[in-house]
C-alpha cells in the first residue's frame, strides 16, 4: 500500500510498487592481494596449499589472513604446507541454477576442513549426491599443471577417496 493509499486518497496506477528493476552493471577495478594473499596465490600457483599458524593458540588458518581473527596478532611470514586431503564437515546440494555459477544441477557444495588446517574451505565435490556424507574423505582435482596460474580455480573440484570416514570429533568444530 503506498503513502497515497494509507492517506485514504485514491490509488492511481503509478502508485503501484516497483517489483523488479533489472540494471545492467559493469565494474572494472584492479585487485591488491597484499602480502599475506599474495603469498597464498603464489603458493597454489605452484600446486602448494599454504596456511599460517597463529602463535598464541596454535591454529592454522588456510587460506591466512595475514593476522589471527581471535587474538589479533599477525602471523609473521611462517607457513604451513598443508595436504590437498580433507574431510568434508557440511554439504549442500544445489539444485536450483544461479546465472553467474555455470555448474550442471544438481551440484553438491561442500565445506572442507584440510588436513593440518583449522578453518574450512568452500568448493564443490564430484559425486552421486546419494554418496556424500559429513565425514567424507576427499581430496583436490587439480587442473593440469601447464594450466596453472595464481588462482584458486587451480582446483577444479574434490572427490572422494578410498579412506575411512573421518571420526566426528575431529571435525565437530567446524559444523
Same mark, same amino acid.
Given at each position: 500500500m503506498?503513502?497515497?493509499?494509507?492517506?485514504?486518497?485514491? *490509488?492511481?496506477?503509478?502508485?503501484?510498487?516497483?517489483?523488479?528493476?533489472?540494471?545492467?552493471?559493469?565494474l572494472?577495478?584492479?585487485?591488491?592481494?597484499?602480502?599475506?594473499?599474495?603469498?597464498f596465490?603464489?603458493?597454489?600457483?605452484?600446486?602448494?596449499?599454504?596456511?599460517?599458524?597463529?602463535?598464541?593458540?596454535?591454529?592454522?588458518y588456510?587460506?591466512?589472513?595475514?593476522s589471527?581473527p581471535?587474538?589479533?596478532?599477525?602471523?609473521?611470514?611462517?607457513?604451513?604446507?598443508?595436504?590437498?586431503k580433507?574431510?568434508?564437515?557440511?554439504?549442500?546440494?544445489?539444485?536450483v541454477?544461479?546465472?553467474?555459477? *555455470?555448474?550442471?544441477? *544438481?551440484?553438491?557444495?561442500?565445506?572442507?576442513?584440510?588436513?593440518?588446517?583449522?578453518?574450512?574451505?568452500?568448493?564443490?565435490?564430484?559425486a552421486?549426491?546419494?554418496?556424500?556424507?559429513?565425514?567424507?574423505?576427499?581430496?583436490?582435482?587439480?587442473?593440469?599443471?601447464?594450466?596453472?596460474?595464481?588462482?584458486?580455480?587451480?582446483?577444479?573440484?574434490?572427490?572422494?577417496?578410498?579412506?575411512?570416514?573421518?571420526?566426528?570429533?575431529?571435525?565437530?568444530?567446524?559444523?
Amino acid at each position: 500500500m503506498s503513502d497515497r493509499q494509507m492517506d485514504g486518497d485514491k *490509488p492511481s496506477e503509478h502508485d503501484e510498487d516497483v517489483t523488479l528493476l533489472r540494471v545492467p552493471v559493469s565494474l572494472d577495478y584492479d585487485y591488491s592481494a597484499g602480502v599475506s594473499a599474495s603469498r597464498f596465490l603464489r603458493g597454489i600457483e605452484q600446486g602448494k596449499l599454504l596456511g599460517q599458524r597463529c602463535p598464541v593458540d596454535g591454529r592454522v588458518y588456510f587460506p591466512s589472513r595475514g593476522s589471527c581473527p581471535q587474538h589479533a596478532v599477525t602471523f609473521g611470514d611462517e607457513t604451513v604446507d598443508l595436504s590437498d586431503k580433507g574431510t568434508i564437515v557440511t554439504f549442500s546440494i544445489v539444485r536450483v541454477p544461479s546465472a553467474n555459477i *555455470p555448474l550442471e544441477l *544438481p551440484y553438491i557444495a561442500v565445506n572442507v576442513v584440510l588436513d593440518g588446517a583449522d578453518t574450512i574451505l568452500m568448493h564443490v565435490l564430484d559425486a552421486n549426491p546419494e554418496d556424500v556424507h559429513m565425514g567424507m574423505r576427499v581430496q583436490a582435482v587439480w587442473k593440469p599443471r601447464e594450466e596453472w596460474t595464481t588462482s584458486t580455480a587451480n582446483i577444479l573440484y574434490f572427490r572422494a577417496i578410498d579412506e575411512p570416514d573421518a571420526d566426528y570429533d575431529q571435525y565437530k568444530e567446524h559444523i
